[in-house]
């Protein structure tokens, strides 16, 4: 079993900045060599991918986040990061963190951590 827990988020103004974390565990869980991502999913919308890292800490983004968000990963903790700056209304979601098995996102999903972005 994997546990993945999603904390951070928080209502900020636009133009602002959050820190989003994830905690992954599980016994048969080797997150070192996991590609790790977020994806959100917004109000009445399907969840979304958002960013990816994988194992040797190559990065992708979405291009509606890219150069506002950054991914980042500490194998020694089993964490994921990601710091999202100027935070725009459309990034109002859930987040919520989880792991590539084979090509897909493992069935494993956490809480999430809501972000809304609001004057």
């Known amino acids: 079993q994997v546990q993945l827990v999603e904390s951070g988020g928080g209502l900020v103004q636009p133009g602002g900045s959050l820190r989003l974390s994830c905690a992954a565990s599980?016994?048969?869980?080797?997150?070192?060599?996991?590609?790790m991502g977020w994806l959100r999913q917004g109000p009445g919308k399907q969840r979304e991918w958002v960013s990816s890292i994988t194992m040797s800490s190559t990065t992708i983004y979405a291009d509606s986040v890219k150069g506002r968000f950054t991914i980042s990963r500490d194998n020694a903790k089993n964490m994921v990061y990601l710091q999202m700056n100027n935070l725009k209304p459309e990034d109002t979601a859930v987040y919520y963190c989880?792991?590539?098995?084979?090509?897909?996102?493992?069935?494993?999903w956490g809480q999430g951590t809501q972000v809304t972005v609001s004057s």
């Open positions: 599980g016994s048969v869980f080797d997150f070192s060599i996991k590609t």
């Open positions: 989880n792991f590539k098995l084979d090509l897909i996102w493992s069935p494993y």
